[in-house]
């Protein structure tokens, strides 16, 4: 046997591997996971729709309820997104894939994408699965359709993954990419920067533990995803992509539920919340946005509400902040010296009531006065305890004294070279 002949044998059995395991997957599919086999001019796929009434729950949160925010909902979150005028709630698609690879990459392919949207009574899930690569293109033309001039995308991290890698294998698939400069709001951002402080981790799975109450029962690890799906393609065992599909079903789910909640708190934090990290993250997001009013509101609540000495501490330096920056300089002083009062160690609000009196007030004399008592502090705290890194501070608070030093002994000067001048001869 000559070198075609070994070529044309191995081609062949090859062929003959595939041709055998692909009449078994198409039954094997309906087997386990419901649903049908869809065609379009690019090729075949396997489509399943999953149906959750409205009237039902997602852990503690109503998905009905996400109907009554929308649209303004998605501009709650993020004012940037421009809302079409004629947006609807179904023309909200939350969208979630499942891929081969976690790291993302040209060569990763989306091989389970899923939408979800609300219909009149349910909120509907779609999922587009290829039983092998060569129904990329089809599962790609027939994402498209969903796209209108209305839609508005939700993801979770799909700014850095999920849109990503469609827009990618579009590109490759040489089909235009119909994502592209639709308004998207990734939710992920916007999730990060109102709890990150007090749950930590926000993976999507965590966050739902932790925000809406609902606990996955039977579910896959992401990271698992990927080689149950190269198993599938080897062997055609549906089984091993079931729960794939319903974990696709939960992320979907979880969107909307997560929307809901996020934008409840961001529209009215003082209504919703009852946890002083979370009052304090939205300080911090309406101070961001520059909605100082909302911001100062929600540091007050968080000073008031958070139970250790640490967290108090940490929202009235805020708070100082941020009547500093709106130049309420007699509520500043209020704060800072409670600060002092009640956290004598925090060597910030001395420095601030400091600046504030010789910058400002030009009071000189109280300037002085505060600087003295941090270094009395300091000096006690540095015999009792020798701490080392005082030194920094001492040195900065020294050199302030003896510039302030400076300044009343020039006004001083001033002033009596002005008495002499006008006194009457």
């Known amino acids: ?30 087997e386990y996971i419901p649903g049908e086999a869809c065609e379009n001019r690019l090729g075949s796929y396997y489509k399943v729709v999953t149906e959750k009434p409205v009237a039902g729950s997602h852990g503690s949160v109503s998905l009905g309820d996400v109907r009554q925010f929308i649209p303004s909902i998605i501009h709650t979150l993020d004012p940037r997104i421009v809302i079409p005028d004629a947006a609807s709630s179904c023309d909200i698609l939350f969208l979630d894939t499942e891929t081969t690879g976690l790291a993302g990459g040209a060569g990763t392919v989306p091989f389970l994408t899923g939408i979800g949207y609300f219909t009149g009574e349910s909120f509907r899930v779609v999922q587009y699965f290829m039983r092998d690569f060569s129904e990329e293109q089809a599962v790609l033309f027939d994402l498209a359709r969903h796209v209108t001039p209305n839609t508005i995308f939700v993801t979770y991290n799909g700014k850095c993954y999920d849109m990503n890698i469609l827009g990618s294998r579009y590109t490759m698939a040489k089909i235009d990419n119909p994502f592209e400069g639709v308004p998207h709001l990734d939710l992920l951002f916007p999730v990060r920067r109102l709890w990150k402080r007090r749950i930590g981790s926000c993976s999507l799975i965590h966050v739902e533990e932790n925000i809406l109450d609902f606990f996955r029962q039977d579910d896959i690890p992401g990271w698992e995803i990927p080689q149950r799906y190269f198993e599938y393609i080897r062997t055609g065992d549906a089984r091993l992509i079931a729960q794939v599909i319903t974990h696709n079903v939960f992320d979907i789910q979880s969107l909307a539920a997560v929307l809901l909640v996020a934008a409840r708190v961001y529209r009215d934090p003082v209504s919703v919340l009852n946890n002083w990290q979370d009052f304090l993250s939205m300080g911090r997001i309406y101070h961001t946005r520059g909605e100082h009013k909302k911001a100062l509101e929600c540091f007050k609540r968080s000073a008031a509400s958070s139970q250790q000495k640490k967290d108090r501490l940490q929202a009235l330096l ?25 956290h004598p160690s925090n060597m910030a609000a001395r420095e601030e009531l400091a600046k504030m009196y010789e910058h400002r007030n030009k009071d000189y004399a109280q300037a002085e006065y505060v600087v003295k008592q941090a270094l009395a502090y300091i000096e006690m705290k540095s015999e009792l305890q020798g701490l080392a890194h005082v030194s920094v501070t001492r040195a900065s608070f020294q050199y302030r004294l003896s510039r302030i030093s400076r300044k009343r002994e020039r006004k001083t000067l001033y002033a009596h070279s002005t008495e002499e001048t006008t006194r009457p001869t």
């Not at 805020?318 to 009640?342: C, P, R, S, T």
Request: aromatic fraction near 10%; charged fraction near 35%; glycine fraction near 8%.
């Open 318 to 342: 805020l708070l100082g902040a941020m009547f500093k920056k709106n130049q309420d300089w007699a509520d500043a002083e209020k704060v800072w010296q409670y600060i002092i009062e009640k």
């Open 1 to 30: 046997m000559d070198i075609r002949d070994k070529l044309e044998a191995l081609a062949g059995y090859m062929t003959e591997g595939r041709e055998a395991s692909r009449p078994d997957r198409a039954g094997n599919l309906q």
